[in-house]
């Protein structure tokens, strides 16, 4: 019997080791392909990026063209996203958690959140070029733009939130409950607080995937280089940079229009442009983090 049971502790160990080097494998060959694509963006692109006056020419500067306005309407069209999609996926993943009854109407809704989810980016921008742009009247436009970005994004932040809200422990609320305050005071000042490390680390990851967004995008802001004067005082002018109902062309929209036009160095500023998006996605992760990090320490007081 002792024999036995230590062949079979000697097959069990072989099977853990066996098992823990093919996951170790794949997590390396993941590891070793993300780095793969970052080295050779940079490659191509970095010196092209660092060329003096490619982050602050205009783009219509025949001499050196650079990316100033399409990196201004990047972080543009992500505030305003941001400012849309935020307080809708807050709402929606409290209700959801702490609200809404176990029924056949809480069931359809995280059925549309999970197959919004799902949409191909590209359905997105042609239902907004449809509905915001046509049917709102708002034209080819920042805000029809982030529109269609706000919905891109809500699914993936109200699944967020609404994870971090379930993670924190339930005696926490039953405590809450217990003292005498009501669900709304329990939810604002005890699950908020606790989970707002998951959900700011949950929506600055979803900035950088919204920051990289195009197909979305060429229906619903336009693909046409920006004319910006930040000078202008007028609001309602094309030229103004704030001016949300003009058209706007990002880093990613971009990159895909200089691929589609094969002029005569194009691909060397869409791979500076390239390396430069990439740049700031990776920003947003390592962000992400330290933001994570940082309110985790300062909640929990560790």
């Not at 339930?170 to 939810?187: C, F, K, V, Y």
Request: glycine content about 6%; charged content about 15%; overall charge neutral.
């Amino acid at each position: 019997m002792t024999r036995d049971l230590d062949a079979h502790a000697a097959k069990i160990g072989k099977q853990d080791k066996i098992a823990t080097g093919i996951l170790t494998l794949i997590v390396g060959l993941v590891l070793a392909l993300l780095a793969a694509i970052v080295v050779y963006i940079l490659f191509q692109g970095l010196g092209k990026m660092l060329t003096p006056g490619f982050l602050t020419n205009s783009p219509l500067d025949d001499e050196n063209p650079g990316i100033s306005f399409e990196l201004f309407d990047s972080f543009y069209m992500l505030l305003w996203t941001l400012l849309f999609s935020v307080p809708i996926s807050l709402g929606a993943a409290i209700f959801l958690v702490e609200y809404a009854p176990e029924n056949w109407v809480t069931a359809a809704a995280k059925t549309a959140i999970e197959t919004l989810s799902s949409l191909p980016s590209i359905v997105v921008g042609m239902f907004g070029s449809l509905f915001f742009v046509v049917v709102c009247n708002f034209h080819v436009s920042i805000l029809s733009g982030a529109l269609a970005l706000t919905m891109f994004n809500i699914p993936i932040l109200v699944r967020t939130i609404q994870q971090a809200l379930e993670d924190v422990p339930r005696s926490q609320r039953d405590a809450s409950l217990a003292m005498g305050l009501t669900r709304w005071e329990t939810t604002t000042k005890i699950l908020l607080p606790a989970a707002m490390p998951a959900i700011v680390t949950g929506v600055v990851i979803s900035a950088g995937r919204v920051f990289g967004e195009a197909a979305a995008l060429i229906f619903t802001s336009g693909s046409a280089p920006a004319r910006l004067n930040f000078a202008s005082t007028n609001f309602g002018s094309p030229t103004n940079p704030w001016n949300i109902f003009r058209p706007a062309e990002t880093m990613a929209v971009h990159i895909w229009k200089l691929r589609m036009e094969p002029s005569q160095g194009n691909d060397v500023i869409a791979w500076g442009c390239a390396a430069m998006l990439m740049i700031c996605i990776l920003l947003f992760n390592v962000l992400a983090r330290v933001l994570g990090k940082a309110l985790a320490k300062k909640m929990t007081a560790e």
